[in-house]
């Protein structure tokens, strides 16, 4: 009893001196916000019913929003049959089973409204990709959904579903130390193994290498990091092109340490070649095995910048306002960094972590190095494990998810499974910047194409009451699909301008559409017209091979 008694004093000086922590950690950063912004949060849904573990915007403006399988019984019910009976509550194989429970939804961004929709398969920390015609790729998972591959293609008649592919994968992804290509570029290839992946491997940290930061360079190449360190990989031929320096510090940055990662905007004034990594946060060293017994370790503040381009790889370093760890990092249309969801100590993993991150940072990487981040506006509901974020095409973010237990667990915890859905309201999409929106942005196709091939140039229109800024600019943005604080194939490309009118307020741009598939792989990107840093609402344009 007395070890007992000792344990719950230190648990509960520890849980007061957190508190205490957060107190003033929490006035330091309001002192630390810049005065006259007027971003502000939108609660959309208080149910979506189901957990936002996986999220993804698709080109008819919907979100895919879906959580895994055996988390137990949603919060929405299927009311119909299942193999020729109704399913039961008390049946513990028909909590669990998808035919009963959604495990997914899809959200309507304009109506502001759901549908749910059916999976076979646990796609639990699954991962996910966009085609070229925009269906969704999604494969992995748990247990019997770690070799499958699935697909949602958007439908306008609202009865589109998931569907699952005949074919599996080669190996379970979960976990694993190999890659493997969809389609195979060989019928008789199987998984690669990715030594890689064996050597960051940090078995005492819970892994500390899992979901790989992955990005793709504009010289076809892909840059791979792992716990601490980076490889640049030529995929093509099994081969690592170039080892990066490992990135200062101690702690690790990935999955369950779990920082976060992008790649800046890239530029048609170098013809989009120089290409630089950003990846902030994470957890500190211990941190996994601290919280198995009830101790959060703050997470890690700092920033690293790379050019992983050219011969000079040096990580320059730098500090958020505060720690922070399972956040996610998001493009804005202004070139700006969005860091939103999280915690301050602790690492991924149910009941790993405490202390939310309430409080976004946006990070302008154009500013000298000290005065980038400013700290805005605060959420009250608390974004921690299994949250995740998106940007929308009207400039607002998608704010969804939460969960840290492997139910759904409503009370008596301290960060209850949240399903309430809100939006982050930047402070450009505020009114009183209308005069300098751009606005009913179209896309002009030759002829009867259905995308603009690489390489060419395509028109664009658009509205502007009084005379467009000199720095107008025009950008593309690959929406990703986001999970575990990685933001996959996300990607903003500043469009190079030939021409541009005005005919009474009605402006025509000719703008150059990317060269090639390794800067702007192909699909659907959003293309949004930045006047004096006021952006527009974006509109979809597709880019296909000539």
């Not at 249309?333 to 991150?357: D, E, F, V």
């Not at 505020?430 to 690489?454: I, K, M």
């Not at 593309?476 to 990607?491: D, G, K």
Request: aromatic letters at 10%; charged letters at 20%.
């Amino acid at each position: 009893m007395g070890d007992k008694n000792h344990l719950l004093y230190v648990v509960t000086i520890h849980a007061i001196l957190a508190l205490l922590h957060f107190i003033v950690s929490d006035a330091v950063e309001t002192l630390a916000r810049a005065g006259g912004r007027q971003e502000r949060w939108q609660l959309l849904q208080n149910n979506t019913g189901v957990v936002a573990m996986h999220m993804a915007l698709t080109h008819e403006n919907t979100v895919i929003i879906f959580d895994q399988n055996e988390a137990g019984p949603s919060q929405y019910r299927l009311h119909q049959r299942y193999n020729g009976r109704r399913c039961s509550t008390r049946s513990r194989a028909d909590l669990k089973d998808g035919a009963c429970y959604a495990h997914s939804v899809e959200y309507y961004i304009h109506g502001n409204n759901l549908r749910p929709l059916r999976f076979v398969s646990d796609p639990w920390c699954s991962s996910g990709s966009f085609l070229s015609n925009g269906t969704l790729l999604q494969v992995g998972g748990h247990g019997r959904g770690s070799q499958r591959i699935r697909y949602f293609r958007t439908c306008r008649d609202h009865l589109c579903n998931w569907q699952q592919s005949k074919r599996s994968l080669s190996g379970n992804r979960w976990n694993a130390y190999s890659y493997e290509f969809i389609p195979k570029l060989h019928t008789k290839d199987r998984s690669f193994n990715l030594p890689f992946l064996h050597d960051t491997h940090d078995e005492d940290g819970g892994g500390n290498n899992l979901y790989p930061f992955l990005h793709l360079s504009s010289d076809g190449n892909l840059f791979i990091f792992a716990n601490r360190d980076s490889i640049l990989f030529n995929y093509q031929r099994n081969r690592v092109v170039k080892t990066f320096p490992r990135i200062p510090g101690g702690g690790s940055r990935n999955y369950p340490s779990s920082g976060s990662s992008v790649i800046l905007p890239l530029d048609h004034q170098d013809r989009f070649q120089k290409v630089e990594v950003m990846v902030c946060g994470g957890a500190a060293s211990g941190a996994y095995e601290a919280a198995a017994r009830g101790r959060f370790l703050l997470a890690l503040s700092s920033c690293g910048r790379m050019v992983i381009t050219g011969n000079n790889h040096i990580w320059k370093m730098e500090n958020m306002p505060r720690p922070r760890t399972m956040h996610d990092m998001l493009i804005l249309p202004t070139s700006h960094i969005l860091i939103i969801n999280g915690a301050r100590r602790g690492c991924a993993g149910w009941q790993n972590a405490a202390t939310p991150s309430l409080r976004p940072y946006l990070y302008n990487p154009k500013k000298s190095r000290g005065q980038r981040f400013t700290v805005l506006k605060a959420t009250r509901i608390a974004r921690m494990y299994y949250s995740s974020a998106l940007l929308l095409p009207d400039g607002r973010v998608l704010v969804a998810g939460g969960n840290p237990y492997n139910t759904y667990t409503f009370s008596n915890v301290a960060y209850p499974t949240e399903l309430r859905l809100q939006a982050f309201v930047p402070d450009y999409m505020d009114r009183q910047f209308n005069d300098l929106r751009p606005g009913n942005v179209t896309v002009e196709y030759e002829g009867h194409s259905s995308g603009v091939a690489y390489g060419t140039a395509f028109t664009i229109h658009f509205w502007l009451g009084r005379r467009p800024s000199k720095d107008v600019e025009y950008s593309v943005y690959a929406p990703p699909f986001t999970t575990h604080s990685i933001l996959m194939n996300q990607r903003l490309l500043k469009l190079s301008r030939h021409t541009t009118r005005d005919g009474g307020g009605l402006m025509s741009a000719v703008l150059e559409a990317p060269p090639s598939p390794n800067v702007a792989p192909p699909g659907y990107y959003l293309l949004t017209v930045v006047n004096n840093g006021i952006p527009s609402l974006s509109q979809w344009v597709r880019f296909i091979p000539a």
